[in-house]
């Protein structure tokens, strides 16, 4: 089996590299991780550098939080650019913006190594039930060698086309989540203003044309106010900026979406960033007087 370096175990990361030491794989991550111990234990080696993992591995996987961060582990001080071996494969499953994985992409080219941009969509549950929806750009030899990779992590694993374009369909998913839960949070902060009980509209909801995942999922967490963090809130708000930038990019515009990143704005502008997206709620409900 390939020999898999896996950079980025925080909420997400930390559950997706346990599936792949689950199936058998020898996986690399590094020593300074936080959670390094637990995921030596588990199996792991430890790699002191970027570089050392790259000496020591066929396939890279990156799950960071922004393009800066993925762009300075690939072309920064000690970069996996220049340490990566010819024939290794690249696999970006961060969120990052399309601009810069085609960036990445043509660089890696250049030294004989294959990229491809993964993103995923699921969030926390998906990464821990291994069931993750997994949208890739890149060459299509490059997509059936990670194929057995992405299988371990995820259910619905679609190849979406050229470099760049698993990043699109992430800005995307995106964009329809964030509205979803500024709809639901609407819905919710409507019912409670006008004093019927939230939690039976909220069912009644869920067995008509209006159900969806985060009418179920994220309409309980507003309900039991759950806001610890499955998916961050100033993370979502970073990925309505890469769909706003492209589409501006593109001239395409985006007025909905450009409505619940001034939300998202505001909540990390009253400090509530680390909580859960569901919490655009909390903004909604300020607002409304409650």
């Known amino acids: 089996m390939e ?22 794989y020898p996986v690399f991550i590094l020593s300074s991780s936080a959670a390094a111990a637990e995921l030596k234990e ?8 970027p570089a050392a993992m790259a000496k020591a591995t066929d396939v890279i996987i990156t799950m960071l939080p922004d393009s800066p961060e993925v762009e300075s582990m690939v072309m ?9 071996k010819p024939g290794t494969l690249f696999i970006d499953m961060s969120t990052i913006s ?3 994985s085609i960036t990445l992409y043509n660089k890696f080219s250049g030294r ?37 990779v992405f299988e371990k992590m995820g259910k619905n694993i ?14 995307c998913n995106q964009i329809i989540v964030g509205m979803t839960i500024q709809a639901v949070a609407e819905a919710l902060t409507l019912a409670k203003k006008s004093g019927v009980d939230v939690a039976k509209v909220r069912s009644a ?16 967490r507003i309900i039991d106010r759950n806001f610890k963090p499955g998916f961050k809130i100033k993370l979502h708000r970073k990925d309505m900026r890469i769909a706003l930038q492209t589409g501006q990019d593109l001239s395409v515009p985006l007025p909905g979406s450009a409505v619940v990143a001034s939300q998202m704005d505001a909540m990390l ?5 680390d909580l859960d997206h569901s919490s655009l709620a909390l903004y909604l409900e300020s607002v409304a007087g409650l």
């Open 3 to 24: 020999k898999i370096g896996f950079i980025g175990l925080g909420i997400m990361g930390r559950p997706m590299a346990k599936h792949l030491l689950k199936a058998g």
């Open 42 to 49: 588990a199996g792991a080696t430890l790699s002191e550098t």
């Open 76 to 84: 920064g001080e000690g970069n996996l650019l220049q340490a990566m």
């Open 98 to 100: 399309p601009a810069t």
């Open 112 to 148: 004989s190594i294959e990229a491809l941009d993964a993103p995923v969509s699921g969030g926390q549950a998906g990464a821990e039930g291994a069931t993750l929806s997994i949208m890739v750009g890149g060459n299509e030899p490059a997509f059936q060698r990670a194929l057995p």
């Open 158 to 171: 679609i190849h979406i086309g050229k470099p760049g374009a698993g990043q699109t369909a992430k800005a």
């Open 205 to 220: 909801l869920l067995g008509g044309f209006a159900q969806s995942k985060i009418l179920d999922l994220h309409g309980q």
């Open 269 to 273: 502008a009253e400090g509530k960033g």
